[in-house]
C-alpha cells in the first residue's frame, strides 16, 4: 500500500510524508539509530590546544563586557562567514584596523560534539528552523556563529561556471568577472582553504553507487566533488562543526589569520543600526547578549550577512540614498 503511495496521485504522496514525518522525527536524535546505521552520535571529546596570545586577546565575548562600549576603527565588517571574514582578513592584512562583528558566539572544536540536536541549537538561526514556504517547504540551513555557514556547511567548493561568469561579462558589462579574471583570485582563496577532490576512501555507498549509475548513462564526466576539509577522516559530521578542524571553514581559516593581522573580533553581538552621517556610512551599533550597547565608529562599512540576511540590513532607513546616483558611502 505505501509503495502504491509512492507513486499515486499528489494526494497519496502528501498522505505518505504526513505518516513518515513524525516517524522521521521520533529518530531524529536516537543513538540505537545512529549505531546502527554506522553513523557518528557523540563525537569523541578533542583535547583543547593552547591559543596564540592573538586568538585570546583580540576576541571578544559581547556576553561579558560589563557594560557599553565604544571603539574606533578603519572598516567594521558585519558577519564573519564566507564574505566577511575574507574581506576582514585581506583589509587587515593591507594594514587597516578591521573590527568583525558577530551576532553569534564563537566556538571552538572542543564544543563540536556532533549531536544533532544539541549542535542545531548553538549553532544555527533559530535552531535550524528556517525554511521557504511554498508547495513545499525547504528547510535553509543558515549558521549563526563565527565563521557563519560555512561552520556548519558540508566544505563542497567549486568555482562558479565558466557559462555564468561570462554571461556577466559579455551580457551586464562586468568586464573585471570574467574568468580569465578571477582565476588568480580563485586560486588564492582555494589555496587558503585547502580545496581538494574527495578522497575515494570517504565518499562511502551513495557516492559509489552515483558514479555507477553515470558511467551507465554515459556520462563522461562526473567524480568526486572538492571540499576544503583536507585533512577529513570522514566522520560525516560536517554540519554540526567539525571537532577535528579538518574543514577550513572561515572559524579555523580566515578569521585567525584576520586576528593574527591586527583584526579585533567581538562575538554574541547583534548588529542593530549603521550609523550614517552626511550621506556616509560610518559605523554600526550593536547590542550584546547581556544586554550593552556596543558602538563601532569607522571610516567604512562591509555588510556581510549573507545572501538572505544582508537585504534586511539594507532597507533600514535612511540607507537607499546611499546606493542612488552613484555616490555616498558603502
Known amino acids: 500500500m505505501l509503495e502504491s503511495w509512492r507513486h499515486g496521485d499528489p494526494i497519496r504522496r502528501l498522505m505518505l510524508r504526513a505518516l513518515v514525518s513524525p516517524l ?7 543513538p540505537a539509530l545512529y549505531k546502527r546505521l554506522g553513523c557518528v552520535y557523540d563525537a569523541e571529546k578533542i583535547r ?16 561579558s563586557l560589563g557594560g557599553d562600549l565604544a571603539v574606533e576603527c578603519d572598516v567594521v565588517v558585519i558577519g564573519t562567514g564566507a564574505g566577511g571574514a575574507v574581506v576582514g582578513r585581506e583589509l587587515a592584512e593591507a594594514g587597516l584596523a578591521v573590527v568583525f562583528v558577530e ?14 540536536f544539541a549542535m542545531q541549537q ?9 525554511f521557504s514556504i511554498g508547495n513545499v517547504g525547504i528547510p535553509i540551513p543558515i549558521g549563526q556563529t563565527v565563521g557563519g555557514t560555512t561552520t556548519v556547511n558540508s566544505g563542497t567548493c567549486y568555482r562558479a561556471p565558466d557559462r555564468v561568469l561570462h554571461h556577466w561579462q559579455h551580457e551586464l558589462g562586468l568586464d573585471d568577472l570574467g574568468p580569465e579574471q578571477l582565476g588568480p583570485y580563485f586560486d588564492r582563496v582555494e589555496s587558503v582553504l585547502g580545496v581538494e577532490h574527495a578522497k575515494a ?3 562511502g555507498g ?3 553507487v552515483i558514479a555507477r549509475g553515470c558511467d551507465s548513462l554515459g556520462f563522461t564526466k562526473h567524480g568526486p566533488l572538492k571540499r576544503n576539509a583536507p585533512a577529513c577522516d570522514g566522520q560525516g559530521v560536517c554540519v554540526f562543526g567539525c571537532p577535528t578542524d579538518a574543514k577550513r571553514s572561515t572559524n579555523v581559516s580566515y578569521v585567525p589569520l584576520a586576528l593574527r593581522a591586527g583584526a579585533e573580533l567581538f562575538a554574541s553581538a ?18 550584546t547578549h547581556d544586554g550593552h550597547v556596543l558602538t563601532v565608529r569607522a571610516r567604512a562599512v562591509v555588510v556581510a ?4 540576511l544582508t537585504p534586511p540590513v539594507l532597507e533600514q532607513p535612511g540607507l537607499g540614498h546611499l546606493f542612488e546616483g552613484g555616490g555616498g558611502g558603502r
Open 24 to 30: 522521521k522525527m521520533a529518530h531524529f536524535d536516537d
Open 48 to 63: 583543547g590546544e593552547a591559543k596564540p596570545a592573538y586568538m585570546r586577546d583580540r576576541v571578544h565575548d559581547g556576553g
Open 103 to 116: 551576532e553569534g558566539r564563537y566556538f571552538d572544536r572542543t564544543d563540536f560534539t556532533g549531536r544533532s
Open 122 to 130: 548553538k549553532l544555527y538561526r533559530r535552531g535550524g528552523g528556517t
Open 201 to 203: 576512501s570517504l565518499l
Open 206 to 208: 551513495n557516492g559509489r
Open 270 to 287: 547583534r548588529m542593530t543600526r549603521i550609523l550614517v552621517e552626511a550621506g556616509r556610512a560610518r559605523g554600526i551599533v550593536a547590542k
Open 305 to 308: 550577512c549573507g545572501s538572505l
